[in-house]
């Protein structure tokens, strides 16, 4: 079914829709959305990662929900207001499942143009990453939760001590160091830690650990301290935990991440000799990938 509106009207009705404040989610904050000669560009910030981020739209050429591309329910909308809707929605659901971290990356004009039709590979096939679970709280990347977290740990005494003796410790069992993390959390300096394990119905064997730490008080430098895994682990699985670190702490307003890890597979994933020693990654893309400043 064909349209009767004008791009001009889906323009402004997606304008109207995702420019205003919680149009798709609090962490979602829109920049501008823009006409381009085949369709728009919606751009905009993700929770507190430094970085301007976009992707392209095309203008509906019929009646079908983007939400559904015509293709669950095939139920039509009837207004440039119901279209801007329906994407609206599908943008929450894409930024939900992961977008940032999984669309392929275009460096255009000051921004990161995200491929929604083009994904990566977040983690390697057979394998799967996520936070590892603190007194059941699952530690994330966003700064509530980390306040929560902190707030129920970072009082303990110097010494781990119940419950910080329990965190990790299935890593441990696992024959994995978890003494680094722990001293963190104690600290109230822990910026996340991540466990790789076998993607299966048991969810085991842990294959892997990685765990940054803030270096300032405006938590604005993340510090790569441990990542590791396990003998005959393909080594795509030691990169994808220091990926998803970066991702992990970018989106928690870090503006670089420096380590003192010694690995040159590092070089390969952006990380550069800093000046004084150590290697340092700028988490805004569209930096100069070498600075040997980053590190002072």
Not at 51 to 76: C, D, H, M, Q
Not at 150 to 159: D, F, N, T
Not at 265 to 293: I, K, M, Q, V, Y
């Amino acid at each position: 079914m064909t349209i009767e509106w004008s791009w001009q009207e889906v323009l402004e009705a997606v304008r109207t829709r995702l420019l205003r404040a919680g149009a798709v989610r609090d962490e979602y904050s829109a920049v501008d959305v823009m006409a381009e000669p085949d369709g728009m560009l919606v751009i905009f910030h993700w929770r507190r990662d430094p970085n301007t981020y976009a992707i392209k739209v095309e203008f509906p050429r019929g009646s079908a929900s983007p939400w559904t591309g015509g293709s669950y329910t095939g139920l039509p909308v009837t207004s440039p207001d119901g279209w801007a809707v329906d994407f609206a929605f599908r943008l929450r659901l894409e930024l939900d499942t992961g977008l940032v971290r999984r669309g392929r990356r275009t460096i255009r004009d000051g921004y990161v143009l995200l491929d929604v039709h083009d994904d990566t590979d977040v983690w390697p096939a057979g394998f799967f990453i996520q936070p590892v679970l603190l007194n059941d709280l699952e530690l994330s990347a966003s700064p509530d939760d980390l306040e929560r977290v902190y707030s129920i740990l970072g009082s303990l005494p110097a010494s781990v001590s119940s419950p910080v003796s329990e965190a990790g410790a299935w890593l441990a069992r696992a024959g994995m160091d978890v003494t680094i993390p722990r001293q963190l959390i104690v600290k109230a300096r822990l910026a996340c830690w991540l466990q790789a394990y076998v993607d299966n119905a048991r969810g085991e064997p842990f294959v892997g650990q990685a765990a940054a730490s803030w270096e300032d008080k405006r938590r604005t430098i993340a510090r790569l301290d441990l990542v590791h895994i396990q003998p005959d682990v393909p080594s795509e699985v030691r990169d994808a935990l220091v990926r998803l670190v970066v991702c992990e702490v970018a989106e928690a307003g870090a503006l670089r991440v420096v380590t003192a890890v010694d690995d040159p597979e590092l070089h390969g994933l952006g990380f550069r000799p800093a000046n004084g020693g150590g290697l340092a990654l700028h988490t805004r893309s569209t930096e100069p990938p070498s600075d040997p400043a980053a590190g002072a």
